[in-house]
């Protein structure tokens, strides 16, 4: 499982580095941005999907 933020939707809300900080970070500005080369580690798959269903603009997206 990956995850991918895509930039065009992320409004730097912070919901995904809030609720899932081992997967996502934030950039300079503010928005998201996927911590690494967005593979899910074991056990995380629950964090990753609270992200994604907590992202307000849907900018998350599970592979």
């Known amino acids: 499982m990956k995850v991918k933020i895509n930039s065009e939707r992320c409004q730097g809300h912070g919901r995904c580095y809030d609720l899932a900080p081992g997967l996502f970070g934030e950039d300079d500005e503010g928005y998201g941005q996927v911590a690494g080369d967005g593979v899910v580690p074991p056990g995380?798959?629950?964090?990753a999907r609270l992200a994604v269903s907590n992202c307000p603009e849907r900018a998350i997206e599970i592979l």
């Open 44 to 47: 995380e798959e629950h964090t």
